[in-house]
């Protein structure tokens, strides 16, 4: 992975130290309104889910991918029953850009459906902006209530990777900026209807500034 | 014989004029899906999309249906070279950025600096490039 991410050069490839400012520039009441989109069933287009990934606070998620994988056993251990009895919370993530897309995918499989292939190719576009170049992302995998909790973490797991796999071949992405992480049922959006179609979504969220460059046009991992 | 050269030359040239514009990958792909839909559940059926696809359409591409086959072809073509330009764009540009916006390294700046200048102030490579990137594009949209 690692020599993956030494390999992968970036766009600017010399010298690009994006400024901050510039990058933190874009209001999140944007953000706001993609994810309204999203929730209203309608599909946001590239240049929606870029600027909703772009107006970032000016930190960086103090969280990992294993610690969120390793909060969802937890939950499941801690708090048993066919239902979650209670919602897995991540205050840290609450303020950090992100969106929400859904993703159809063959019936307890992750193969993503055709149908949904254009909805993968505006998070390329998205996250190939120059604006998020040197950030990170995490690609987060929900699923409904059918079937059980700690198979259903499985299958999320499975199809964010599904997702992560695609936007890095054929489209490209830097495998060095993405993390897939599968919550299964813990986080239900719609928890009153937990078997909706609602409750089965794609994450994606910044994380902060990854990748920075240094005068000469070399890249590195951000201090 | 030389019919036929002309022919397929002409195939081959149409799958990725060089002055051609990139497409979106959102554009792309859901013409991929447009057009190879019914051959993608016939042939590359649990097939993730991804390298394992493109292996399935180069596995079973002469049983697919012209339409789709000739739509891969261009959609794979394009996606590509949108990819290669987007990675390449710092190197293959720094001394145009150099020469015309005043500084000596590709730096953030990049996409204002190749947008302020005229097209025609810069390199053949360099513009085409740009082209490919779609940021030209995506920027007069914004």
């Given at each position: 992975m690692r020599s993956d991410i030494q390999r992968h050069r970036l766009a600017y490839g010399k010298g690009t130290a994006m400024k901050?400012?510039?990058c933190h520039a874009v209001a999140a009441v944007v953000l706001l309104g993609?994810?309204?989109?999203?929730?209203?069933q309608q599909q946001i287009n590239s240049s929606q889910m870029a600027t909703s990934l772009a107006g970032v606070s000016n930190t960086r998620l103090s969280l990992t991918g294993a610690q969120m994988r390793q909060a969802v056993l937890d939950n499941?251990?801690?708090?048993?029953?066919?239902?979650?009895p209670r919602p897995l919370t991540f205050p840290q993530m609450e303020n950090m850009a992100q969106f929400v897309v859904e993703v159809d995918f063959d019936f307890n499989s992750a193969v993503i459906r055709p149908s949904s292939y254009r909805t993968i190719g505006s998070i390329a576009d998205a996250l190939h902006n120059p604006i998020l170049l040197g950030?990170?992302?995490?690609?987060?995998?929900?699923t409904d209530s059918v079937g059980g909790r700690q198979y259903n973490v499985g299958l999320s797991q499975r199809r964010a990777e599904a997702i992560r796999d695609a936007l890095i071949d054929p489209f490209g992405v830097n495998p060095g900026v993405l993390e897939a992480?599968?919550?299964g049922e813990e986080q239900l959006?719609?928890?009153?209807?937990?078997?909706?179609?609602?409750?089965?979504r794609v994450q994606l969220v910044n994380v902060g500034k990854k990748f920075c460059f240094g005068r000469s046009g070399e890249q590195f991992v951000c201090p | 014989m030389i019919r036929r050269f002309l022919l397929c030359a002409l195939f081959a040239a149409a799958?990725?004029?060089a002055w051609a514009q990139t497409m979106s990958y959102a554009d792309a792909i859901s013409q991929l899906a447009a057009a190879c839909k019914n051959d993608i559940?016939?042939?590359?059926?649990?097939?993730?999309?991804?390298?394992?696809?493109?292996t399935c359409f180069d596995a079973n591409g002469a049983r697919m249906s012209p339409k789709c086959q000739q739509t891969r072809s261009a959609v794979y073509a394009s996606i590509s070279r949108r990819a290669a330009a987007q990675r390449n764009i710092g190197d293959v540009c720094s001394a145009d950025i150099a020469r015309l916006c005043d500084t000596s390294h590709a730096d953030a700046h990049l996409v204002e600096c190749l947008v302020s200048v005229s097209p025609a102030a810069l390199s053949q490579q360099c513009g085409q490039t740009f082209n490919d990137t779609g940021w030209r594009t995506e920027r007069a949209r914004q």
């Open positions: 901050s400012h510039r993609a994810v309204t989109a999203a929730l209203g499941i251990h801690n708090y048993p029953g066919t239902l979650p950030y990170g992302f995490l690609v987060i995998g929900h992480v599968g919550m959006r719609d928890p009153a209807h937990p078997t909706s179609g609602v409750n089965r | 799958a990725v004029p559940a016939r042939y590359c059926k649990g097939v993730p999309l991804g390298p394992r696809l493109k």
